[in-house]
């Protein structure tokens, strides 16, 4: 049998696949745009051309992984909900997969597989039990323990943005109020530096956009945080305050040894997040937990979901045997 698995990771945005050996070494590429308002069958359709791209007609390859957006059943393979893909309700993709090219199929999480990535080759490598966590649009994660993927009761686990952390914050996209990804994420911090400019408190931020608040991006924020703006400033310590209280909670749960931050913002504003949020895992963690527990930036970037899902398919078809 080839050591070839096709790898794909699957957004509201863009189908990404790779051709990867068992090393976790991606061969070949593919890439287009999801167009998900076309409906769910032409998402289907690119996700097929993606992975025949890649591995040619004749798809000689040992499986193939799926990491998509939640919740989802990753036992049976079946995309529950996806709301950034219209339509892919209860969606069948392992069986329709495994229907369309012959090959095994597999389907996990999109933040959990990018958890497994950062594990077996990234900034995990050597640790037994470590938290992903990736701070950008949403907030997500995995949870690594004692080496295996945990995934709960019914393949839920690890959604470590949907923690309650302030009972009366702001209302959350999942519908609960005060989640840390309504705290935290990117849309987060725009929408705290646009209430405060509506409620007149100055900052250099007002000076680029002046009456077009809808213009005000997180990279403006980050580079006004970087010039000494304090509403700027505030926001990251905020941010980086309520990242570190979530890494509190999930540590006293899960005892973990390394935090593993990903993503956009939790990346480019490393410099920003990174005090605030330590000085807040310092504080509030229980000292015999806190000791020897690390937190470091993924070191895979995108790749971190492409070779998780390659991992998976490997881990999965072992312990079918």
Same mark, same amino acid.
């Given at each position: ?55 040619? /007609? ?55 597989? %990018? ?16 938290? &992903? ?30 923690? @309650? ?22 849309? %987060?911090?725009?929408? &705290? %530096? ?41 926001? &990251? ?10 890494? @509190? ?5 899960? /005892? @973990? ?24 895992? /310092? ?39």
């Amino acid at each position: 049998m080839t050591d070839r698995i096709v790898a794909v990771d699957l957004g509201g945005t863009q189908v990404r696949a790779a051709l990867c050996d068992r090393e976790g070494q991606i061969l070949k590429r593919a890439a287009q745009p999801a167009n998900a308002t076309e409906g769910v069958a032409a998402v289907f359709a690119r996700i097929v051309a993606s992975v025949r791209e890649v591995a040619g /007609d004749q798809l000689r390859v040992r499986g193939i992984g799926v990491g998509a957006p939640g919740p989802l059943d990753p036992w049976r393979g079946v995309i529950l909900q996806a709301p950034n893909l219209p339509g892919m309700t209860d969606f069948p993709m392992k069986a329709r997969l495994e229907k369309e090219l012959g090959a095994p199929a597999f389907v996990g999480n999109d933040a959990n597989l %990018a958890a497994l990535g950062e594990h077996r080759h990234g900034a995990g490598q050597g640790v037994a039990h470590m938290i &992903y966590m990736t701070i950008s649009t949403g907030i997500g994660g995995g949870i690594i323990a004692d080496n295996q993927l945990y995934l709960g009761w019914r393949g839920f686990a690890g959604e470590v943005g949907h923690q @309650t952390l302030d009972a009366y914050g702001p209302r959350c996209n999942c519908g609960n109020v005060g989640c840390l990804e309504a705290l935290a994420a990117g849309p %987060a911090l725009v929408r &705290y %530096a646009r209430d405060a400019l509506r409620g007149g408190r100055d900052s250099k931020l007002r000076a680029q956009v002046g009456l077009h608040l809808d213009q005000l991006t997180g990279a403006m924020i980050a580079q006004a945080a970087r010039a000494g703006d304090g509403l700027a400033r505030e926001i &990251y310590e905020r941010a980086g305050f309520f990242i570190g209280l979530g890494m @509190t909670n999930l540590l006293h749960n899960f /005892d @973990t040894e390394l935090f593993v931050l990903g993503g956009g913002v939790a990346i480019h504003a490393w410099d920003l997040l990174y005090p605030p949020m330590l000085a807040a895992l /310092d504080k509030y963690a229980m000292p015999s937990m806190r000791h020897g527990v690390r937190v470091a930036p993924a070191q895979l970037g995108d790749d971190a979901g492409l070779l998780g899902a390659a991992a998976w398919v490997n881990e999965q078809m072992i312990n079918d045997k």
